[in-house]
């Protein structure tokens, strides 16, 4: 008889990285004490569940700190092969700043937000409001650590609905309702599609790890490649959704009008990040032998995103309430074009991490100025609600302050100067595509940087225009202040030393 030796305990239990899992976790716990505190304050001292959440977001970041070197991974089958679920390398690190820093930015937000509602007797629940905006925030932040497509598929499920429910949380406003459930219905068939894109990709490879999936799909049996490539490119869809990529863009326009203003700041920086996290993971480190696939279909995506978002927003009309919050949620629409052409780009050359540095630039720069510039557009529906763009005319004569900070931020999102990290991270962009061989899509590019100019330029002179009338009295608040300055501190910062956003162009983003 031959004695099978019982593997030890020490061996059965896994061992945990709790500097490498922090950032998600501390943004996770402060979401369950602030869920539970709310059960015991009273309305009157409720506004400070809104500041815990400040200070646990800026906690969650602060832990980003002991991270920042070499890579660490947890959770791991066989580290040496890096068979990892969590990975928290310089990629990782990059999307975590972003979404702590942008959801940090929207808490500032919101504080005004949910005293003005309370102001107006039309309060929203201020506890599971940051619940909520926590919970999702730890989902992004869990995100860019995923290495298997289970973990990422659940990351993006816990960052997507506390978002629906983030949307509709405006009870007793139609638009908002229909905005939540239309976004949550869109969502869900994303899911759905992506979780059977999932199941065809596990079942020609049997695994579910990023580079298990990889190594798989480079060795799969000539009756199952229809498979692969059907589940390739099916588990692009949800990701494809999130970025708000045409034809599934659909959901944006009513979603951003109908949730709260911070709420749809959130979702126009945090929400693409989602998106745009998932898409490189899934293309650059599991399916690289099947660029083929989903290198063409996302050129054509980022060609058709740009150009559908930038022709949208030029047809609204400044009269015509919530033009201003239609015209940020259509310029989302095709700055998200813009972002997917270096991630196109990576199935064309030679270093793939080059092309996904571009990408990284470029959505650190439009998450600074989109967030400055519904923060301006937050304190101009305190006065003035209907958020049309014919309330910004005039903005100057009440506001300077606030006028120039808000068409700096238009001319960052232009590419003009004095703009310059907007250019930067434009021809940063433009080169990519340049040098992945794609120059009918970098043509698309420079056609829609043209069109983009005429509305953003409008927008930015009607601030300088005499009011008609007296000029609004606008006002403002310590929190609202703060989000403002901080923006146009980080982009007047990067526009003179871009070389500080810049250098993700290089490679050794993964480990």
Same mark, same amino acid.
């Given at each position: 008889m031959?004695?099978?030796?019982?593997?030890?305990?020490?061996?059965?239990?896994? *061992?945990?990285?709790?500097?490498?899992i922090?950032?998600?976790?501390i943004? +996770?716990?402060?979401?369950?004490?602030?869920?539970?505190?709310?059960?015991?304050?009273?309305?009157?001292?409720?506004?400070?569940?809104?500041?815990?959440?400040?200070?646990?977001?800026?906690?969650?970041?602060? *832990?980003?700190?002991?991270?920042?070197?070499?890579?660490?991974s947890?959770? @791991?089958?066989?580290?040496?092969?890096?068979? @990892?679920?969590?990975?928290?390398?310089?990629?990782?690190?990059?999307?975590?700043?972003?979404?702590?820093?942008?959801?940090?930015l929207?808490?500032?937000?919101?504080? &005004?937000?949910?005293?003005?509602?309370?102001?107006?007797?039309?309060?929203?629940?201020?506890?599971?409001?940051?619940?909520l905006?926590? &919970?999702?925030?730890v989902g992004?932040?869990l995100?860019p650590?995923s290495?298997?497509?289970?973990?990422?598929?659940?990351?993006?499920?816990v960052?997507?609905?506390?978002a629906? +429910?983030?949307?509709?949380?405006k009870g007793? %406003?139609?638009?908002?309702? %229909?905005?939540?459930l239309?976004?949550?219905?869109?969502?869900?068939?994303?899911?759905?599609?992506?979780?059977?894109?999932?199941s065809f990709?596990?079942?020609?490879?049997?695994?579910?790890?990023?580079?298990?999936?990889?190594?798989?799909?480079?060795?799969?049996?000539?009756?199952?490649?229809?498979?692969?490539?059907?589940?390739?490119?099916?588990?692009?869809?949800?990701?494809?959704f999130?970025t708000?990529?045409?034809?599934?863009?659909?959901?944006v326009?009513?979603?951003?009008?109908?949730?709260?203003?911070?709420?749809?700041?959130?979702?126009?920086? /945090?929400?693409?990040?989602?998106?745009?996290?998932?898409?490189?993971?899934?293309t650059? /480190?599991?399916?690289?032998?099947?660029?083929?696939?989903?290198?063409?279909?996302?050129?054509?995506?980022?060609?058709?995103?740009m150009? #559908?978002?930038?022709?949208?927003?030029?047809?609204?009309?400044?009269?015509?309430?919530?033009?201003?919050?239609?015209?940020l949620?259509?310029?989302?629409?095709?700055?998200?074009?813009?972002?997917?052409?270096?991630?196109?780009?990576?199935?064309?050359? %030679?270093?793939?991490?080059?092309?996904?540095?571009?990408?990284?630039?470029?959505?650190?720069?439009?998450?600074? #100025?989109?967030?400055g510039?519904?923060?301006?557009?937050?304190l101009v529906?305190?006065?003035?609600p209907?958020?049309?763009?014919?309330?910004?005319?005039?903005?100057y004569?009440?506001?300077?302050?606030?006028?120039l900070?808000?068409?700096?931020?238009?001319l960052c999102?232009?590419?003009?100067?004095?703009?310059?990290?907007?250019?930067?991270?434009?021809?940063?962009?433009?080169?990519?595509?340049?040098?992945?061989g794609?120059?009918w899509?970098?043509?698309?590019?420079?056609?829609?940087? #043209? /069109?983009?100019?005429?509305?953003?330029?409008?927008?930015?002179?009607a601030?300088?225009?005499?009011?008609?009338g007296?000029?609004?009295?606008?006002?403002? *608040?310590?929190?609202?202040?703060?989000a403002?300055?901080?923006?146009?501190?980080?982009?007047?910062?990067?526009?003179?030393?871009p070389?500080?956003i810049?250098?993700?162009?290089?490679?050794?983003?993964?480990s």
């Amino acid at each position: 008889m031959i004695a099978v030796a019982a593997p030890s305990v020490a061996s059965l239990v896994q *061992s945990v990285d709790w500097v490498a899992i922090a950032p998600p976790t501390i943004a +996770a716990v402060v979401a369950l004490a602030v869920l539970v505190a709310d059960l015991f304050l009273d309305e009157r001292r409720k506004p400070l569940l809104g500041w815990v959440s400040v200070a646990g977001l800026a906690a969650a970041g602060l *832990s980003l700190l002991p991270l920042i070197g070499d890579a660490r991974s947890t959770f @791991c089958l066989d580290a040496a092969q890096k068979t @990892c679920s969590y990975t928290a390398d310089r990629f990782t690190l990059v999307i975590q700043f972003l979404v702590l820093a942008g959801a940090l930015l929207t808490a500032l937000l919101s504080i &005004s937000t949910l005293k003005d509602a309370k102001r107006a007797d039309k309060p929203l629940p201020e506890g599971e409001f940051w619940f909520l905006l926590l &919970s999702s925030a730890v989902g992004a932040a869990l995100l860019p650590a995923s290495r298997d497509l289970a973990t990422l598929v659940v990351a993006l499920e816990v960052a997507s609905l506390p978002a629906f +429910a983030l949307v509709g949380l405006k009870g007793d %406003d139609r638009r908002s309702s %229909d905005a939540a459930l239309k976004f949550f219905l869109s969502s869900v068939t994303a899911t759905a599609v992506t979780l059977l894109g999932v199941s065809f990709v596990y079942a020609t490879t049997g695994t579910l790890h990023l580079t298990k999936v990889a190594t798989g799909l480079t060795h799969v049996d000539g009756q199952f490649h229809t498979l692969a490539q059907a589940g390739v490119a099916l588990t692009l869809v949800g990701f494809a959704f999130k970025t708000a990529a045409v034809p599934f863009h659909f959901w944006v326009p009513d979603t951003y009008v109908g949730a709260p203003l911070p709420i749809a700041a959130y979702l126009s920086v /945090i929400g693409k990040a989602v998106g745009f996290t998932g898409l490189i993971l899934v293309t650059v /480190i599991a399916f690289p032998s099947y660029a083929d696939v989903w290198g063409p279909a996302l050129a054509a995506l980022a060609a058709l995103t740009m150009t #559908v978002g930038n022709v949208a927003a030029l047809r609204q009309q400044a009269t015509r309430a919530y033009s201003a919050v239609r015209l940020l949620a259509w310029s989302s629409v095709g700055q998200a074009g813009y972002l997917l052409v270096p991630i196109a780009s990576a199935a064309y050359t %030679d270093d793939p991490q080059k092309s996904i540095g571009s990408t990284l630039a470029y959505a650190l720069m439009y998450a600074a #100025v989109n967030l400055g510039a519904f923060a301006v557009a937050a304190l101009v529906a305190r006065t003035r609600p209907l958020n049309r763009l014919s309330d910004y005319r005039g903005l100057y004569a009440a506001r300077p302050l606030a006028a120039l900070v808000l068409g700096f931020f238009l001319l960052c999102l232009a590419g003009l100067p004095p703009g310059i990290i907007g250019l930067f991270a434009k021809v940063t962009v433009f080169s990519a595509a340049v040098e992945a061989g794609l120059g009918w899509l970098a043509v698309v590019m420079a056609v829609n940087v #043209v /069109i983009a100019l005429f509305y953003y330029l409008q927008w930015t002179a009607a601030l300088f225009r005499a009011p008609e009338g007296e000029p609004a009295a606008y006002r403002t *608040s310590l929190p609202l202040t703060a989000a403002i300055a901080v923006t146009a501190a980080v982009g007047v910062a990067l526009s003179g030393a871009p070389q500080l956003i810049l250098h993700f162009v290089d490679s050794g983003l993964f480990s």
